[in-house]
């Protein structure tokens, strides 16, 4: 048998790269046993299709104001912290949402043909929508500014409006298609929710500043109302809309009743 190595003797010479790289897998190791010891199993609905049991078959209720977790609640209870309605899904989520997501486009197009900025000057008055704001900076030089405001102003609220049309219109369905990638679309939605009012922002703040009479006066145009209500309309839309929808599936359609029985035909009276 081999001898163990007493502990005042000096151990084999470790490499620098070799112990930081032990001790990073050591240290995500303890983190990944600390997040299974949390983790809650599923329980599989059928055997051997490895579908997972959702929280609404659990009995989970979550609320919708401070969202916390209720066990065995029943719809239309009162939350115990906030005193909110529980719901499992957002009520009348689909015709809110396409209530909102169809005027949200028919406000897109006087947004970006309504002018946005008025600028009235000794040289005379002058319009300008959010198209022509993007190619003047782009005929002047400034590409940076120019993709900033077309991006921000145009392809943005565009891009929101044909993803929540996707996302509406596939839920509604109940469809399948690609359920991970539409979840990873809803968060990128609420991502970019962020920057759909620059244009508000830049006019807002040269109607404050550019204020000269009889030099320079800049005033907001019929055009900001629009946009920004086309960004006001698509964020409710997005809060309207229940992302949960998308994994709920089709749903089962209601058995057809059975033909009622045949009377028979009732007979005259007779006279005995």
Not at 69 to 84: D, F, H, I, T, Y
């Amino acid at each position: 048998m081999s001898e163990r190595p007493s502990p005042c003797e000096p151990g084999p010479p470790q490499r620098p790269g070799a112990a930081r790289a032990g001790w990073r897998a050591a240290r995500v190791q303890a983190r990944l046993d600390a997040l299974a010891a949390q983790a809650t199993p599923f329980t599989p609905v059928h055997a051997g299709r490895g579908e997972a049991l959702t929280a609404a078959q659990m009995g989970l209720l979550c609320c919708h104001r401070c969202n916390a977790v209720w066990s065995q609640a029943q719809e239309g209870e009162r939350c115990g912290r906030c005193g909110a309605a529980l719901r499992a899904r957002k009520p009348h989520s689909i015709e809110r949402t396409w209530a909102l997501l169809i005027a949200a486009a028919l406000m897109y197009l006087p947004a970006n043909l309504l002018p946005v900025m008025i600028t009235k000057s000794l040289f005379g008055t002058q319009q300008d929508t959010i198209l022509s704001g993007v190619i003047f900076f782009w005929v002047s030089g400034s590409y940076g500014l120019a993709a900033l405001i077309f991006t921000a102003s145009f392809l943005v609220p565009l891009f929101k409006l044909a993803a929540l049309f996707v996302l509406v219109a596939m839920a509604q369905r109940g469809s399948a298609w690609r359920l991970r990638e539409r979840a990873r679309l809803y968060h990128l939605l609420e991502f970019i929710g962020r920057w759909s009012m620059l244009d508000v922002f830049v006019v807002a703040l040269l109607a404050g500043l550019v204020q000269i009479q009889g030099f320079a006066v800049v005033q907001a145009g019929v055009g900001i109302a629009a946009f920004g209500a086309v960004v006001v309309l698509t964020m409710l839309a997005s809060l309207s809309f229940d992302p949960r929808l998308t994994w709920d599936g089709p749903q089962p359609a209601a058995p057809a009743l059975a033909p009622l029985a045949t009377m028979p035909a009732a007979r005259p009276p007779t006279n005995d």
